[in-house]
Protein backbone atom coordinates (compact mmCIF):
# COMPACT_ATOMS: atom_id res chain seq x y z
CA UNK A 1 0.00 0.00 0.00
CA UNK A 2 0.80 3.72 -0.40
CA UNK A 3 -0.22 6.64 1.16
CA UNK A 4 -0.47 10.04 -0.59
CA UNK A 5 0.57 13.17 0.55
CA UNK A 6 -0.60 15.88 -2.55
CA UNK A 7 1.27 19.02 -0.80
CA UNK A 8 0.60 22.21 -2.37
CA UNK A 9 3.82 24.69 -1.49
CA UNK A 10 1.86 28.01 -3.09
CA UNK A 11 -1.15 28.81 -4.92
CA UNK A 12 0.67 30.97 -7.04
CA UNK A 13 0.59 30.34 -10.76
CA UNK A 14 2.80 31.97 -13.36
CA UNK A 15 0.07 31.41 -16.29
CA UNK A 16 -4.03 32.39 -15.82
CA UNK A 17 -5.77 29.23 -16.84
CA UNK A 18 -9.21 29.99 -18.05
CA UNK A 19 -10.80 26.66 -16.15
CA UNK A 20 -7.66 27.01 -12.82
CA UNK A 21 -9.51 24.69 -10.55
CA UNK A 22 -7.92 26.42 -7.57
CA UNK A 23 -10.74 28.12 -4.98
CA UNK A 24 -8.27 29.39 -2.45
CA UNK A 25 -7.14 33.17 -3.17
CA UNK A 26 -4.63 32.63 -0.34
CA UNK A 27 -0.72 33.42 -1.66
CA UNK A 28 1.67 32.31 0.52
CA UNK A 29 4.30 30.31 -0.18
CA UNK A 30 5.02 27.40 2.74
CA UNK A 31 7.62 28.51 5.54
CA UNK A 32 10.53 26.13 6.47
CA UNK A 33 8.90 24.89 9.52
CA UNK A 34 5.82 24.24 7.95
CA UNK A 35 7.30 21.90 5.40
CA UNK A 36 9.69 19.89 7.88
CA UNK A 37 6.22 19.52 9.88
CA UNK A 38 4.74 18.36 6.93
CA UNK A 39 7.30 15.44 6.06
CA UNK A 40 7.76 14.69 9.61
CA UNK A 41 3.65 14.43 10.27
CA UNK A 42 3.14 12.51 7.06
CA UNK A 43 6.06 10.05 7.79
CA UNK A 44 4.91 9.12 11.37
CA UNK A 45 1.32 9.36 10.48
CA UNK A 46 1.78 6.54 8.00
CA UNK A 47 4.63 4.36 9.46
CA UNK A 48 2.36 3.92 12.33
CA UNK A 49 -1.00 2.98 10.15
CA UNK A 50 -1.84 -0.62 10.70
CA UNK A 51 -2.27 -1.40 7.06
CA UNK A 52 1.21 -2.47 5.90
CA UNK A 53 2.57 0.68 4.24
CA UNK A 54 5.25 0.14 1.20
CA UNK A 55 5.79 3.53 0.54
CA UNK A 56 5.00 7.33 0.59
CA UNK A 57 4.29 9.38 -2.21
CA UNK A 58 4.53 13.15 -1.99
CA UNK A 59 2.74 14.69 -4.87
CA UNK A 60 3.99 18.42 -5.33
CA UNK A 61 1.10 20.76 -6.59
CA UNK A 62 0.09 24.12 -6.73
CA UNK A 63 -0.69 26.78 -7.96
CA UNK A 64 2.71 26.18 -9.85
CA UNK A 65 4.81 24.16 -7.68
CA UNK A 66 8.12 25.52 -9.02
CA UNK A 67 7.26 29.21 -8.12
CA UNK A 68 9.18 28.76 -4.70
CA UNK A 69 12.11 27.55 -6.10
CA UNK A 70 14.63 25.50 -6.43
CA UNK A 71 16.08 25.48 -3.18
CA UNK A 72 12.29 24.63 -1.64
CA UNK A 73 12.61 21.48 -3.08
CA UNK A 74 16.63 21.18 -1.66
CA UNK A 75 15.18 21.37 1.54
CA UNK A 76 12.58 18.59 0.35
CA UNK A 77 15.10 16.02 0.26
CA UNK A 78 17.23 16.80 2.66
CA UNK A 79 14.73 16.55 4.79
CA UNK A 80 13.48 13.05 3.42
CA UNK A 81 16.39 11.68 4.18
CA UNK A 82 16.62 12.01 7.29
CA UNK A 83 13.19 9.62 7.16
CA UNK A 84 14.88 6.14 6.46
CA UNK A 85 12.45 4.01 7.95
CA UNK A 86 10.16 3.73 4.96
CA UNK A 87 10.70 4.44 1.02
CA UNK A 88 9.77 7.69 0.00
CA UNK A 89 8.98 8.88 -4.00
CA UNK A 90 8.42 12.27 -5.58
CA UNK A 91 6.62 13.72 -8.28
CA UNK A 92 5.48 17.15 -8.94
CA UNK A 93 2.37 18.48 -11.78
CA UNK A 94 3.85 21.47 -13.17
CA UNK A 95 3.21 23.51 -16.37
CA UNK A 96 6.68 23.54 -17.09
CA UNK A 97 7.61 26.89 -17.90
CA UNK A 98 10.21 27.63 -15.39
CA UNK A 99 11.76 24.20 -15.70
CA UNK A 100 15.73 24.97 -16.58
CA UNK A 101 18.87 22.44 -16.17
CA UNK A 102 19.53 23.34 -12.83
CA UNK A 103 16.02 21.85 -12.08
CA UNK A 104 16.24 19.10 -14.91
CA UNK A 105 20.10 17.87 -12.34
CA UNK A 106 17.76 18.22 -9.34
CA UNK A 107 15.07 16.08 -11.05
CA UNK A 108 17.46 13.17 -12.00
CA UNK A 109 19.40 12.94 -9.13
CA UNK A 110 16.59 12.63 -6.73
CA UNK A 111 13.97 10.42 -8.85
CA UNK A 112 11.29 12.85 -9.54
CA UNK A 113 8.15 11.97 -11.30
CA UNK A 114 7.44 14.76 -13.92
CA UNK A 115 4.40 15.55 -14.95
CA UNK A 116 3.23 18.44 -16.96
CA UNK A 117 -0.08 19.71 -17.98
CA UNK A 118 -0.88 20.25 -21.79
CA UNK A 119 -3.89 20.11 -23.53
CA UNK A 120 -3.14 19.00 -27.01
CA UNK A 121 -1.68 21.03 -29.88
CA UNK A 122 -1.52 24.98 -29.64
CA UNK A 123 -4.56 25.27 -31.13
CA UNK A 124 -6.75 23.58 -28.56
CA UNK A 125 -4.14 24.15 -25.48
CA UNK A 126 -4.17 27.86 -25.94
CA UNK A 127 -7.60 28.15 -25.96
CA UNK A 128 -8.13 28.04 -22.23
CA UNK A 129 -4.25 27.42 -20.62
CA UNK A 130 -3.02 31.12 -21.36
CA UNK A 131 -0.80 33.47 -19.06
CA UNK A 132 -2.06 36.68 -17.30
CA UNK A 133 -2.08 38.88 -20.18
CA UNK A 134 -4.24 36.27 -22.46
CA UNK A 135 -1.43 34.70 -24.30
CA UNK A 136 -1.61 30.89 -25.38
CA UNK A 137 1.13 29.03 -23.48
CA UNK A 138 1.87 26.06 -25.80
CA UNK A 139 5.14 27.54 -27.30
CA UNK A 140 6.47 27.54 -23.37
CA UNK A 141 5.05 24.32 -22.33
CA UNK A 142 6.01 22.35 -25.06
CA UNK A 143 9.63 23.78 -25.04
CA UNK A 144 9.81 22.47 -20.92
CA UNK A 145 8.57 19.01 -22.67
CA UNK A 146 11.31 18.70 -25.04
CA UNK A 147 14.08 20.08 -22.61
CA UNK A 148 12.84 17.48 -20.36
CA UNK A 149 13.26 14.57 -22.97
CA UNK A 150 16.75 16.01 -24.45
CA UNK A 151 17.83 15.72 -20.69
CA UNK A 152 16.94 12.34 -20.68
CA UNK A 153 13.91 12.37 -18.59
CA UNK A 154 10.82 10.40 -18.63
CA UNK A 155 7.87 12.62 -18.93
CA UNK A 156 4.30 12.78 -18.69
CA UNK A 157 1.67 14.97 -19.81
CA UNK A 158 -1.94 15.59 -17.87
CA UNK A 159 -4.52 16.23 -20.18
CA UNK A 160 -7.89 17.96 -19.27
CA UNK A 161 -10.82 17.67 -21.39
CA UNK A 162 -12.99 20.64 -21.78
CA UNK A 163 -15.30 22.34 -23.97
CA UNK A 164 -12.17 23.43 -26.18
CA UNK A 165 -10.85 20.05 -26.70
CA UNK A 166 -13.56 17.47 -26.84
CA UNK A 167 -14.09 17.47 -30.19
CA UNK A 168 -10.73 17.02 -31.40
CA UNK A 169 -9.78 13.60 -29.73
CA UNK A 170 -8.15 12.04 -32.53
CA UNK A 171 -6.16 14.98 -33.18
CA UNK A 172 -4.94 14.81 -29.58
CA UNK A 173 -4.28 11.29 -29.69
CA UNK A 174 -2.28 11.61 -33.02
CA UNK A 175 -0.39 14.45 -31.33
CA UNK A 176 0.53 11.99 -27.93
CA UNK A 177 1.45 9.18 -30.79
CA UNK A 178 3.77 11.69 -32.58
CA UNK A 179 5.54 13.08 -29.73
CA UNK A 180 5.55 9.75 -27.92
CA UNK A 181 4.05 10.89 -24.26
CA UNK A 182 2.88 9.07 -21.84
CA UNK A 183 -0.38 10.88 -20.49
CA UNK A 184 -3.32 10.62 -17.97
CA UNK A 185 -6.74 12.63 -18.59
CA UNK A 186 -9.18 14.05 -16.58
CA UNK A 187 -12.12 15.84 -16.95
CA UNK A 188 -12.70 19.46 -15.79
CA UNK A 189 -14.15 20.17 -12.56
CA UNK A 190 -16.71 23.00 -11.56
CA UNK A 191 -14.14 24.84 -9.29
CA UNK A 192 -12.40 27.93 -9.26
CA UNK A 193 -12.54 29.53 -12.57
CA UNK A 194 -14.39 27.50 -13.85
CA UNK A 195 -17.36 27.94 -11.69
CA UNK A 196 -18.79 31.04 -12.64
CA UNK A 197 -18.31 30.00 -16.94
CA UNK A 198 -18.63 26.34 -16.22
CA UNK A 199 -21.33 26.35 -19.53
CA UNK A 200 -18.75 27.66 -21.47
CA UNK A 201 -15.89 25.61 -20.71
CA UNK A 202 -17.20 22.51 -19.26
CA UNK A 203 -19.15 19.32 -19.82
CA UNK A 204 -22.09 18.01 -19.58
CA UNK A 205 -22.28 14.54 -17.34
CA UNK A 206 -22.14 11.96 -19.77
CA UNK A 207 -20.77 13.58 -23.06
CA UNK A 208 -16.92 13.29 -20.73
CA UNK A 209 -17.46 9.45 -21.27
CA UNK A 210 -17.91 9.52 -25.20
CA UNK A 211 -14.57 11.27 -25.31
CA UNK A 212 -13.12 8.88 -22.81
CA UNK A 213 -14.44 6.25 -24.94
CA UNK A 214 -13.15 7.03 -28.29
CA UNK A 215 -9.64 8.01 -26.97
CA UNK A 216 -9.49 4.87 -25.11
CA UNK A 217 -10.40 2.92 -28.19
CA UNK A 218 -7.31 4.36 -30.21
CA UNK A 219 -5.06 3.52 -27.39
CA UNK A 220 -6.89 -0.25 -27.19
CA UNK A 221 -5.85 -0.66 -30.63
CA UNK A 222 -3.16 1.48 -31.08
CA UNK A 223 -0.42 -1.71 -31.72
CA UNK A 224 3.14 -0.84 -32.54
CA UNK A 225 2.27 2.60 -32.21
CA UNK A 226 1.43 2.55 -28.30
CA UNK A 227 1.80 4.93 -25.24
CA UNK A 228 0.77 4.33 -21.75
CA UNK A 229 -2.08 5.80 -20.28
CA UNK A 230 -2.47 5.83 -16.89
CA UNK A 231 -6.44 6.16 -16.56
CA UNK A 232 -6.99 3.87 -19.26
CA UNK A 233 -4.87 1.16 -17.74
CA UNK A 234 -6.05 1.24 -14.01
CA UNK A 235 -9.60 1.36 -15.02
CA UNK A 236 -9.01 -1.82 -17.18
CA UNK A 237 -7.26 -3.42 -14.80
CA UNK A 238 -10.34 -2.59 -12.25
CA UNK A 239 -12.20 -4.64 -14.57
CA UNK A 240 -10.31 -7.54 -14.92
CA UNK A 241 -9.45 -7.65 -11.55
CA UNK A 242 -13.25 -6.92 -9.71
CA UNK A 243 -11.91 -4.03 -8.02
CA UNK A 244 -10.98 -0.43 -7.57
CA UNK A 245 -7.19 0.65 -8.87
CA UNK A 246 -7.40 4.16 -9.39
CA UNK A 247 -8.28 6.92 -6.33
CA UNK A 248 -11.51 7.61 -7.37
CA UNK A 249 -12.77 4.29 -7.32
CA UNK A 250 -11.68 3.23 -3.52
CA UNK A 251 -14.78 3.38 -1.12
CA UNK A 252 -12.47 5.02 1.43
CA UNK A 253 -9.83 7.06 -1.06
CA UNK A 254 -9.85 9.88 2.11
CA UNK A 255 -7.90 6.63 4.45
CA UNK A 256 -4.69 7.03 2.63
CA UNK A 257 -4.83 10.37 0.77
CA UNK A 258 -4.49 13.66 1.84
CA UNK A 259 -3.86 17.04 0.37
CA UNK A 260 -2.14 19.92 2.44
CA UNK A 261 -1.87 23.43 1.71
CA UNK A 262 0.64 26.24 2.07
CA UNK A 263 -0.26 27.41 5.10
CA UNK A 264 -0.54 23.31 6.67
CA UNK A 265 -4.15 23.62 6.25
CA UNK A 266 -5.53 19.63 5.67
CA UNK A 267 -7.90 18.32 3.25
CA UNK A 268 -8.86 15.01 1.41
CA UNK A 269 -7.94 16.39 -1.81
CA UNK A 270 -6.07 19.09 -3.14
CA UNK A 271 -8.99 20.58 -5.01
CA UNK A 272 -10.55 21.47 -1.54
CA UNK A 273 -8.15 23.70 0.05
CA UNK A 274 -9.86 26.81 0.67
CA UNK A 275 -13.49 25.72 1.43
CA UNK A 276 -13.30 25.95 5.24
CA UNK A 277 -16.08 23.45 6.20
CA UNK A 278 -13.94 20.44 4.47
CA UNK A 279 -10.59 21.20 6.84
CA UNK A 280 -9.38 18.66 8.62
CA UNK A 281 -7.65 21.00 11.13
CA UNK A 282 -4.36 22.80 10.58
CA UNK A 283 -0.73 20.63 10.50
CA UNK A 284 1.45 22.84 12.11
CA UNK A 285 -1.25 23.24 14.76
CA UNK A 286 -1.59 19.33 15.45
CA UNK A 287 -0.58 15.95 14.94
CA UNK A 288 -1.49 14.90 11.53
CA UNK A 289 -3.02 11.61 13.61
CA UNK A 290 -5.35 13.94 15.61
CA UNK A 291 -6.37 15.32 11.99
CA UNK A 292 -7.25 12.17 10.36
CA UNK A 293 -9.55 11.77 13.41
CA UNK A 294 -11.46 14.50 13.55
CA UNK A 295 -14.84 14.82 12.70
CA UNK A 296 -14.49 16.47 9.26
CA UNK A 297 -11.79 13.99 8.63
CA UNK A 298 -14.26 10.76 9.27
CA UNK A 299 -16.76 12.33 7.36
CA UNK A 300 -14.58 12.03 4.69
CA UNK A 301 -13.03 8.78 5.39
CA UNK A 302 -16.46 7.05 5.68
CA UNK A 303 -18.46 8.20 2.96
CA UNK A 304 -21.91 7.28 2.54
CA UNK A 305 -23.01 4.82 -0.18
CA UNK A 306 -25.50 6.99 -2.24
CA UNK A 307 -28.70 4.67 -3.14
CA UNK A 308 -28.29 4.69 -7.19
CA UNK A 309 -24.50 3.51 -6.37
CA UNK A 310 -25.56 0.56 -4.38
CA UNK A 311 -27.55 -0.83 -6.86
CA UNK A 312 -24.97 -0.75 -9.74
CA UNK A 313 -23.45 -3.47 -11.41
CA UNK A 314 -20.06 -1.63 -11.08
CA UNK A 315 -20.06 -0.15 -7.58
CA UNK A 316 -17.39 -2.71 -6.72
CA UNK A 317 -15.02 -0.65 -8.83
CA UNK A 318 -15.87 2.85 -8.56
CA UNK A 319 -17.53 3.57 -5.44
CA UNK A 320 -19.82 6.71 -6.34
CA UNK A 321 -16.58 8.30 -8.35
CA UNK A 322 -14.66 11.14 -7.14
CA UNK A 323 -15.68 12.93 -3.77
CA UNK A 324 -13.83 15.94 -4.14
CA UNK A 325 -15.93 16.34 -7.71
CA UNK A 326 -19.44 15.56 -5.55
CA UNK A 327 -18.35 18.34 -3.12
CA UNK A 328 -17.81 20.67 -6.18
CA UNK A 329 -20.65 20.48 -8.39
CA UNK A 330 -23.51 19.42 -5.13
CA UNK A 331 -22.01 20.59 -2.21
CA UNK A 332 -22.07 17.34 -0.60
CA UNK A 333 -19.10 14.79 -1.21
CA UNK A 334 -21.94 11.95 -0.20
CA UNK A 335 -23.54 12.30 -3.27
CA UNK A 336 -22.64 10.41 -6.32
CA UNK A 337 -19.64 12.17 -8.76
CA UNK A 338 -20.95 14.54 -11.50
CA UNK A 339 -19.77 12.01 -13.81
CA UNK A 340 -21.39 9.20 -12.95
CA UNK A 341 -23.38 8.62 -16.45
CA UNK A 342 -19.84 8.82 -17.74
CA UNK A 343 -18.61 6.44 -15.64
CA UNK A 344 -21.03 4.17 -16.22
CA UNK A 345 -20.44 4.15 -19.68
CA UNK A 346 -16.40 3.96 -19.12
CA UNK A 347 -16.69 0.87 -17.35
CA UNK A 348 -19.34 -0.82 -19.74
CA UNK A 349 -16.93 -0.11 -22.66
CA UNK A 350 -14.43 -1.27 -21.34
CA UNK A 351 -16.09 -4.56 -20.14
CA UNK A 352 -16.80 -5.12 -23.62
CA UNK A 353 -13.72 -4.39 -25.11
CA UNK A 354 -11.86 -7.38 -23.57
CA UNK A 355 -14.44 -9.67 -23.67
CA UNK A 356 -13.82 -9.66 -27.36
CA UNK A 357 -9.90 -10.24 -26.34
CA UNK A 358 -11.46 -13.33 -24.88
CA UNK A 359 -11.10 -12.52 -21.03
CA UNK A 360 -12.97 -12.96 -18.11
CA UNK A 361 -14.09 -9.88 -16.54
CA UNK A 362 -13.46 -10.64 -12.65
CA UNK A 363 -16.74 -11.07 -10.06
CA UNK A 364 -16.74 -8.14 -7.35
CA UNK A 365 -14.15 -8.69 -4.98
CA UNK A 366 -15.59 -10.19 -1.77
CA UNK A 367 -15.18 -7.34 0.69
CA UNK A 368 -14.51 -4.17 -1.29
CA UNK A 369 -16.28 -2.16 0.98
CA UNK A 370 -14.02 -3.03 3.55
CA UNK A 371 -11.22 -0.71 4.90
CA UNK A 372 -8.82 -3.07 5.83
CA UNK A 373 -8.27 -4.88 2.33
CA UNK A 374 -9.06 -1.85 -0.24
CA UNK A 375 -7.45 0.92 1.18
CA UNK A 376 -5.51 1.81 -1.17
CA UNK A 377 -4.50 1.43 -5.02
CA UNK A 378 -3.30 -2.20 -5.51
CA UNK A 379 0.42 -1.68 -6.18
CA UNK A 380 1.21 -3.59 -9.65
CA UNK A 381 3.11 -2.14 -12.09
CA UNK A 382 1.89 -0.94 -15.35
CA UNK A 383 2.10 -2.71 -18.58
CA UNK A 384 4.76 -2.86 -21.32
CA UNK A 385 2.67 -2.78 -24.12
CA UNK A 386 -1.09 -2.22 -25.52
CA UNK A 387 -2.57 -5.68 -25.27
CA UNK A 388 -4.78 -6.31 -22.12
CA UNK A 389 -3.33 -9.13 -21.51
CA UNK A 390 0.07 -7.45 -20.23
CA UNK A 391 -2.33 -5.15 -18.10
CA UNK A 392 -0.45 -7.93 -15.40
CA UNK A 393 3.06 -7.10 -16.73
CA UNK A 394 6.28 -6.87 -14.48
CA UNK A 395 7.47 -3.68 -16.14
CA UNK A 396 7.09 -0.36 -17.00
CA UNK A 397 6.93 1.00 -21.14
CA UNK A 398 10.49 2.62 -21.54
CA UNK A 399 10.39 6.31 -20.93
CA UNK A 400 7.04 6.98 -19.66
CA UNK A 401 5.73 7.54 -15.70
CA UNK A 402 3.35 7.30 -13.53
CA UNK A 403 1.47 10.14 -13.49
CA UNK A 404 -0.60 11.27 -10.71
CA UNK A 405 -4.29 11.10 -11.04
CA UNK A 406 -5.32 12.14 -7.93
CA UNK A 407 -5.43 15.85 -8.58
CA UNK A 408 -7.17 18.01 -10.75
CA UNK A 409 -5.93 20.54 -12.35
Known sequence: MAFVAIVKPTHICNLACTYCYNDDVRDPIMKDNTLNRVIDQVVLYASQLPQPIRKIEFIWHGGEPTVPGLRFYEKVVAQQKQCSNIHIENSIQTNGVLINEKWLKFFKENNFGISISIDGPRHLHDRFRVDGRGRGSFDRVFAAIQRVKDFGLPVGVCIVI???????????????????????????????????????VGLDADEYGDAWIRMYDRWFESGDKYVYC???????????????ADCIGLA????????IDPVGDVYACATLSGHEETRYGNIVESPLVDLMHSSTALAYRDREVDPHCSKCKWQHVCHGGCLARSYKFFGNHHRRDYYCPSLFKIYEHISRRVLEQGFR?????????DKDHFATVPNMPPPSRSDVVQIYSSSKPTGTISIPVVVEM
Open 162 to 200: SRANIDHIDEIFDFLIEHNLAFNIIPLNRSGSARENYED
Open 361 to 369: IADPCEGHM
Open 230 to 244: QDFVLKTRAILQGKP
Open 252 to 259: HCADLNVS
